[in-house]
């Protein structure tokens, strides 16, 4: 499959040898959403390396950009801070006026390199909350790199996790499909 017009060119540029190797249509918060999922030469690889799309009605919901480890130094809190608001005003501005910044956590990502090798790198972690009761956040690696996007994730009080479908992590679409486990709080139940 080719590579779409895609809603994370904005906040990404997709390598080139990068193909469309799934288009999935499922339910978030119980609204339809595609989900696009790209990745090196068309081979779907789970957690390779991977661009994920999660898109409702047009609107980017939800991004994930696994491609390479950012190079670079992570940012100060305060310009980590101005970029997770600029990409949410990028990709949404009017749903972007409802939000008010919580935190920046320091955290890792990985994912699993064409080699085999896993790759770790630290991001920072920005969340923000919204008049609607949501969760969102922007992820940023190394030198300001995007490396998540989400908006509109629903918390389960009752159960102390997750209640948002998490589509563009792949440990929970395989706990979905019964060929791995569940994961742990705060993680969505699958």
């Known amino acids: 499959m080719q590579i779409k017009h895609h809603l994370s060119e904005q906040l990404t540029t997709m390598p080139k040898d990068y193909e469309l190797v799934n288009e999935a249509v ?52 305060e310009r980590a801070m101005d970029l997770a608001e600029e990409v949410f005003h990028k990709t949404n501005r009017s749903y972007a006026r409802g939000l008010s910044f919580i935190r920046i956590e320091n955290q890792r990502r990985s994912f699993i390199d064409e080699n085999g090798v896993e790759q770790t790198f630290p991001v920072q972690w920005i969340k923000f909350a919204h008049r609607n009761g949501s969760y969102n956040w922007v992820t940023l690696g190394g030198g300001g ?30 706990a979905r499909e019964g060929k791995g486990p569940q994961l742990p709080s705060p993680s969505a139940l699958a």
């Open 26 to 77: 499922e339910s978030r918060n119980k609204k339809t959403v595609t989900i696009d999922r790209y990745q090196k030469d068309g081979v779907y690889t789970y957690n390779g390396e991977r661009v994920i799309e999660v898109i409702e009605n047009g609107v980017l919901v939800s991004f994930k950009d696994y491609s390479h480890v950012p190079d670079g130094k992570l940012l100060s809190n």
């Open 145 to 174: 790199a995007v490396v998540e996007m989400e908006i509109d994730s629903r918390w389960d009080y009752f159960r102390g996790r997750r209640k948002t479908e998490m589509w563009d992590n792949d440990d929970w679409v395989l």
